[in-house]
DNA sequence: ATGTCTGTAGTATACAGA
């Protein structure tokens, strides 16, 4: 089973992008973030053509901001929007944002999230970032973490390898120690960042800006994860960056993020197996 | 260091957010 997630920074304008990566990857569940599309405006666009691919939807979307979706093809069920006392940004007087979605696909508990950005650590959208990441942790500690699949764009780049110029970031937002605390709080629900986990010590990045020529001299961040409990996390046969997806003309500023598991045994998940120390054959990276 | 892209408002070009 083949599990993404992509910023596409605009479902609409990344359109024929998208589709023609549905037919490149053909994953079976996808996670995506910053769709900026209403509801209605999403199925308008999108219900067709992923019908046609035989991708089951679920779309949460408030228009001009933020938005996040899952498409599966090993079913769509039991669908839950935003994140239970979720924050909002500002408070008073605002509704949560369209930032979470979460389904039961082909067997685990998946969430596509848009961590708030925090914009910088002084301004007020930063400690509304560290309580929804809280809000966060208290939804999937309240369910099975071991059966979550937590994918989306985090917004924190969780060591200083994760980042292009850690001296260039220091006191920025994405490398705080509050933020990585807070992430930190994640993993300890026994959750693994599988990408990591499969590359350690190489240089993966999967969010560069547009500006100044940063894609093409490979000055990214890696700040879109896959985290996954015990169950999948025994089954991780490739982790990988799509960095072609970041290619050629009308890209998102951010590249997909896949992961293939193994196949569960039938009906039962099985003993969980840690992964192996080796990798298998792997996608070759840049 | 802030060079780009996006959506919106509104009709040209500005603003905000990332």
């Not at 090993?74 to 979470?100: I, M, N």
Request: contains cysteine; proline residues 8%.
């Amino acid at each position: 089973m083949r599990v993404a997630t992509w910023n596409v920074n605009s479902a609409k304008s990344r359109l024929p992008r998208l589709l023609a990566w549905l037919d490149q990857r053909a994953p079976d569940v996808v996670c995506l973030q910053e769709t900026k599309l209403s509801d209605q405006a999403f199925a308008t666009t999108f219900d067709s053509a992923l019908a046609e691919r035989g991708y089951q939807v679920a779309h949460f979307g408030q228009g001009r901001w933020n938005g996040v979706a899952l498409l599966s093809r090993v079913g769509l069920d039991d669908v839950d929007r935003g994140l239970p006392d979720e924050p909002c940004f500002p408070e008073p007087g605002s509704s949560p944002d369209a930032r979470a979605i979460t389904a039961t696909c082909g067997g685990l508990r998946v969430t596509s999230v848009y961590v708030p950005n925090g914009r910088t650590p002084d301004d007020p959208h930063y400690g509304y970032k560290l309580r929804w990441l809280d809000a966060l942790r208290a939804m999937l500690a309240s369910g099975t973490p071991g059966s979550a699949v937590v994918a989306g764009d985090m917004n924190i780049a969780p060591t200083d390898a994760d980042v292009w110029d850690p001296d260039l970031f220091v006191g920025s937002t994405h490398v705080t120690p509050a933020e990585r605390a807070a992430l930190g709080e994640l993993m300890a629900l026994g959750l693994h960042d599988v990408v990591r986990e499969r590359w350690p010590g190489h240089r993966v990045f999967s969010y560069w800006d547009y500006r100044a020529g940063r894609f093409h001299q490979d000055k990214g961040m890696r700040i879109d994860l896959v985290l996954v409990g015990a169950d999948a996390a025994g089954r991780v046969q490739a982790a990988w960056v799509d960095r072609a997806a970041r290619k050629g003309s009308g890209p998102s500023d951010h590249a997909p993020v896949i992961v293939d598991l193994d196949e569960a045994p039938d009906g039962d998940i099985g003993p969980v197996v840690p992964p192996p120390t080796t990798p298998a054959k792997l996608p070759h990276l840049s």
